[in-house]
């Protein structure tokens, strides 16, 4: 996966998974302050964790979700995940505690009609401690709690204007005040600030899932159509891997749906396989990238 001095190198069966675990779709990925990656998915351990060298650390959280989605490590090291089948978010310790619960287990909010939730998608924690959730596949919100749980305010409706959303699927902060929504369904990137003001949104995506703030400043997102995009910090397009089309090789995708980022830039993706092609790509389900300098440098 070449592009200059985007040129990643790919690390390929990674992940040290004990004999005979299976990962299943992997819907999402975090990495925590001291690199201890967090891997959210659809099999029978849903939270597998490993250090940075692939190595397994621990699983848990298999009595606490339905269908798993988005994952999320908050500044106090905290995990926060969504479950798009039973409507609700969690956030736990890094061991597994359950630490806070927020919505009803299958009681879900009128669809479309704005109130938490309705099949929430991804759920994370800005630097002040609110929480900021996507909301969803049956919403069309960004829902902001307080961190004792009690609702602040929303915003969003259903629809392509700007601050409205069809299908928002992933919401990260980028450092600076400003947060991003992958809008997936009108195939844009939104952002907007911590009050939820409407300030400038990217386009010539293809449904895009989940990004990343790079340390440089660069965006990378992750899109339906195989691919991933390399962006400025500007939104002008630098670099896409996966033109070519997908396929089950080191370097290939099928539907990445999940994006973290370590201290040393190294990425990592989350593959979907399983419920939309009924492949098991096994290791490479989740698939790490690693920088590599431009030929001369280094």
Known sequence: MSGGAH????????????????????????VSADDEVFVFTRGARPVLVFDREGRFLRWWGDTYFTMPH?????????????????????????????LQLLGAPFENS???????????????VAPS??????????????????????????WGSPGSDPGQFRAPHSIVFDGDGRL????????????FDL?????????????????????????????FEHRLGVWSAEGALLQRWGDDGEGLGAGQFI???????????????????????????????LQKLVPVAPEGEG
């Open 195 to 223: 009050e939820g003001t409407f300030l400038e949104e990217w386009t010539g995506l293809h449904q895009p899932n989940d990004l990343v703030f790079a340390p440089d400043g660069r965006v990378i997102i992750c899109e």
């Open 129 to 154: 401690g609110d929480y900021y959730i996507t909301d969803g596949y049956g919403n069309a919100n960004v829902h902001v709690f307080s961190p004792e749980g009690a609702h602040r305010f929303s």
């Open 180 to 191: 991003a929504v992958c809008d997936r369904g009108n195939d844009r990137v939104q952002f």
């Open 255 to 285: 539907s990445p749906h999940g994006l973290a980022i370590d201290s040393q830039g190294s990425l990592y993706v989350g593959d979907v396989t399983d419920i939309y092609r009924g492949i098991d790509r096994g290791s490479r389900n």
């Open 7 to 30: 040129s990643l190198a790919v690390v390929d069966n990674w992940a040290q998974r004990p004999v005979g675990w299976s990962f299943g779709d992997v819907v999402g990925v975090a």
């Open 70 to 98: 988005g994952i999320a490590v908050a500044p106090d090291g905290s995990v926060c995940c969504a479950d798009i089948a039973d409507h609700t978010v969690k956030r736990f310790s890094p061991s597994g505690e359950l």
């Open 110 to 124: 009128p669809k479309l009609g704005g109130a938490p939730f309705n099949r929430p998608t991804h759920f994370s």
